[in-house]
Nanobody
Framework: QVQPVESGGGLVQPGGSLRLSCAVS????????VAWYRQAPGSQRELVAV???????NYIGSVKGRFTISREYAKNTVDLQMNSLKPEDTAVYYC?????????WGQGTQVTVSS
């Protein structure tokens, strides 16, 4: 698989919003699933949100109602809209793509929520 490329991270105040994008190679529908993970300093990488080929989405409990994962066909990306951000959302966010050959990770994008 070709490595996906994340973008859109940055510094935002608590309560603010950011939109992350995961640019993939090939058709968005060629993947079994595309997921966003995050890893905070000193913590394990955790699954934040996933969208399957059939369009089913799932979220970690702490982001439900605040984050939305979506496929953007015009840009060929999988985006993560993050609203009502909290300091505990601070982490490096990674995109992961899964197909029949395996999975691929992006390099990550830093999200910092701080006043």
């Amino acid at each position: 698989q070709v490595q996906p490329v994340e973008s859109g991270g940055g510094l935002v105040q608590p309560g603010g919003s950011l939109r992350l994008s995961c640019a993939v190679s090939g058709s968005l529908l060629s993947f079994l699933g595309v997921a966003w993970y995050r890893q905070a300093p000193g913590s394990q990488r955790e699954l934040v949100a996933v969208i399957t080929r059939s369009g089913i989405t799932n979220y970690i409990g702490s982001v439900k109602g605040r984050f939305t994962i979506s496929r953007e066909y015009a840009k060929n990306t999988v985006d993560l809209q993050m609203n009502s951000l909290k300091p505990e959302d601070t982490a490096v966010y990674y995109c992961n793509t899964q197909d029949q050959t395996g999975s691929a990770w992006g390099q990550g994008t830093q999200v910092t929520v701080s006043s």
